[in-house]
């Protein structure tokens, strides 16, 4: 029991390790020898226990998408459910836009995994359908259904494109954060979470029933 405990210790550091270290140098900038370093372990750790730095960066991504994942589709069957058909349009959107945005900006992990992000962009290494799979699939299958429920009228590639617009926009909100904050005070630019994602959720919901007839 004690090898086990110390070997999952180990891994549970490279984990952490990486997490820190992907997010502020990418994939490419980061060594082997940086990351056993920093989770104070010998040089062959990393292919220990995940066959390679490749395969160890594959795991912290996903490790936190499976979080984000869960937690989203967690948040928004709540309220669904709650609310069953006195469901509200703007009930759906806020849930799905404070599940999406919060994660990812109140919270280290969240912010790193963010960054990770900004270099996949640069650099793509994760397998886009197993993103894709893994991460929007499950999200939009639960969101979707509801959404075209409410609004028959909306044909159903027209139904996904709303939702996908709604995401647009918390993906702006979340990548600009930094430059609003640079401003901050600036009435011009003002940055306020909560208030972005209301008038997130006003601005597409006024969209969808307009295009709902």
Known sequence: MAKNAENEDVRQRLLDAGEELFSEYG??????RLLTKKAECNL???NYYFSGKYELYLEVIRKRMKY???LRVERISEVIAAKGEKLQLEELLRVFAESFVEPLMQDASGRRFKKMLRW???NPKFPVQEFIDGMIKPVMQLVVPVLKKMYPGLPD???VLCVVSVVSQLLHTIQMEEIFLEVKGDKFMPFDIQQ???HIVEFSSAAIKGMSG
Not at 27 to 32: A, L, P
């Open 27 to 32: 994939f490419n900038g980061t060594s082997t």
């Open 196 to 198: 972005h994602i209301e």
């Open 68 to 70: 984000l994942r869960d």
């Open 120 to 122: 996949e962009m640069l």
């Open 44 to 46: 062959a750790s990393v």
């Open 157 to 159: 590639n027209k139904t």
